[in-house]
């Protein structure tokens, strides 16, 4: 039952994760995030007991030392993306980063100046008491984590007041994914300091996520605080994508007019393309959209099927009457419009719809 809990929710974060890196490439944006998300299903891929089976082959305990390395970088990445998303970005951003640093440095050197660590599953509760590099290491992670979650979830607190919609919902699933990790880190304090007044202490191996009161704070908690970590980044990005889905359908359905348009009127084309983003591309799709339409003579009260009308029976050279220049409209208003003329033209001209994915020009 954990592993099938940290397994999965670990792909997940890696499947967001991968889609986000994607994302960023294309747009130049949201990278940090990608890293926290990939980081994050390693660390439950790591941890997962069949995982640290087989990476205790390699050297032992290994696998403990990988996911609590991939967690502290995601709790970076993820400090740093909320800092971002509420403007904050460039406080505090070296001293994040010098801490991280530092932090991984120390945690190798002690797990690795540690003898007769354990293999299979990496649980260190008898070794406390006579391996003190040990206690070095479990206070730099749980040091570092706490004081990652405490910013992860000031910043979002701050930022709720002044947040709304995708946005406050993710801020506020951040905050409670703070929550969780804290009592999760709680836990951990508490059962190291009983694990080194115990003289004999006994291995707290789970049954599963929930099965005790430890159990519920060192895996139930940890997973359901990832959990809400992937949605409460996830959702801000809902409208971008709805609004990314939009523009490629404006796009598609401004294809065979703009390409009339670029024909009659060369000189309308940009020679900048728009840019890399979907956005710029329709930006620049409908400024090119627009000169063609005023040189071809339509106005704004003209309705869609008369401005189509007219697009198609442009003669093929230019007449000697200036054509009316037409004002410029609010964006929203602006894509209306054309989609309107570009449906029109699409009846009149007799165009089928191109094949998603055909390139602009």
Same mark, same amino acid.
């Given at each position: *039952?954990?592993?099938?809990?940290?397994?999965?929710?670990?792909?997940?974060?890696?499947?967001?994760?991968?889609?986000?890196?994607?994302?960023?490439?294309?747009?130049?944006?949201?990278?940090?995030?990608?890293?926290?998300?990939?980081?994050?299903?390693?660390?439950?891929?790591?941890?997962?007991?069949?995982?640290?089976?087989?990476?205790?082959?390699?050297?032992?305990?290994?696998?403990?030392?990988?996911?609590?390395?991939?967690? *502290?970088?995601?709790?970076?990445?993820?400090? +740093?993306?909320?800092?971002?998303?509420?403007?904050?970005?460039?406080?505090?951003?070296?001293?994040?980063?010098?801490?991280?640093?530092?932090?991984?440095?120390?945690?190798?050197?002690?797990?690795?100046?540690?003898?007769?660590?354990?293999?299979?599953?990496?649980?260190?509760?008898?070794?406390?008491?006579?391996?003190?590099?040990?206690?070095?290491?479990?206070?730099?992670?749980?040091?570092?984590?706490?004081?990652?979650?405490?910013?992860?979830?000031?910043?979002?607190?701050?930022?709720?007041?002044?947040?709304?919609?995708? +946005?406050?919902?993710?801020?506020?699933?951040?905050?409670?994914?703070?929550?969780?990790?804290?009592?999760?880190?709680?836990?951990?304090?508490?059962?190291?300091?009983?694990?080194?007044? &115990?003289?004999?202490?006994?291995?707290?191996?789970?049954?599963?996520?929930?099965?005790?009161?430890?159990?519920?704070? &060192?895996?139930?908690?940890?997973?359901?605080?990832?959990?809400?970590?992937?949605?409460?980044?996830?959702?801000?990005?809902?409208?971008? +994508?709805?609004?990314?889905?939009?523009?490629?359908?404006?796009?598609?359905?401004?294809?065979?007019?703009?390409?009339?348009?670029?024909?009659?009127?060369?000189?309308?084309?940009?020679?900048?393309?728009?840019?890399?983003?979907?956005?710029?591309?329709?930006?620049?799709? *409908?400024?090119?959209?627009? &000169?063609?339409?005023?040189?071809?003579?339509?106005?704004?009260?003209?309705?869609?099927?008369?401005?189509?009308?007219?697009?198609?029976?442009?003669? &093929?050279?230019?007449?000697?009457?200036?054509?009316?220049?037409?004002?410029?409209?609010?964006?929203?208003?602006?894509?209306?419009?054309?989609?309107?003329?570009?449906?029109?033209?699409?009846?009149?001209?007799?165009?089928?719809?191109?094949?998603?994915?055909?390139?602009?020009?």
């Amino acid at each position: *039952m954990i592993d099938i809990l940290f397994v999965g929710v670990g792909l997940f974060a890696l499947a967001v994760g991968i889609w986000r890196a994607v994302r960023a490439r294309r747009t130049g944006a949201g990278a940090g995030l990608a890293v926290s998300l990939i980081a994050l299903g390693a660390a439950f891929c790591f941890l997962s007991n069949r995982a640290q089976l087989f990476e205790s082959e390699i050297y032992p305990s290994l696998g403990r030392l990988l996911s609590n390395l991939a967690t *502290m970088v995601a709790a970076y990445g993820i400090g +740093l993306t909320v800092a971002e998303i509420s403007g904050t970005r460039d406080r505090g951003r070296r001293t994040r980063l010098v801490a991280l640093g530092v932090a991984l440095i120390l945690l190798t050197v002690m797990f690795f100046s540690t003898s007769g660590l354990p293999r299979g599953v990496g649980v260190f509760d008898e070794l406390y008491r006579t391996h003190p590099t040990l206690v070095v290491y479990v206070f730099v992670y749980t040091v570092y984590l706490g004081f990652a979650v405490l910013d992860i979830g000031v910043v979002s607190a701050v930022t709720i007041r002044a947040s709304g919609g995708a +946005l406050r919902a993710g801020l506020t699933l951040l905050l409670l994914a703070s929550a969780f990790a804290v009592a999760y880190l709680a836990g951990k304090i508490v059962a190291t300091i009983r694990a080194l007044q &115990d003289d004999h202490p006994a291995k707290a191996l789970c049954r599963g996520p929930f099965s005790t009161l430890p159990c519920t704070l &060192d895996v139930g908690f940890p997973a359901i605080s990832v959990l809400l970590i992937v949605v409460g980044l996830t959702i801000p990005s809902i409208p971008g +994508l709805v609004a990314g889905r939009r523009d490629a359908k404006t796009l598609r359905l401004l294809r065979p007019l703009r390409a009339h348009l670029t024909r009659r009127f060369p000189e309308i084309v940009r020679i900048d393309p728009g840019g890399p983003s979907r956005r710029e591309r329709l930006l620049t799709a *409908m400024s090119e959209t627009n &000169d063609g339409l005023i040189l071809a003579g339509v106005t704004p009260e003209l309705a869609p099927s008369g401005a189509a009308r007219l697009v198609r029976d442009l003669p &093929d050279e230019p007449g000697e009457e200036e054509p009316p220049v037409a004002q410029a409209e609010p964006f929203a208003a602006d894509v209306a419009r054309l989609r309107a003329i570009a449906r029109a033209y699409r009846k009149v001209d007799g165009v089928t719809a191109p094949e998603v994915g055909s390139p602009v020009r």
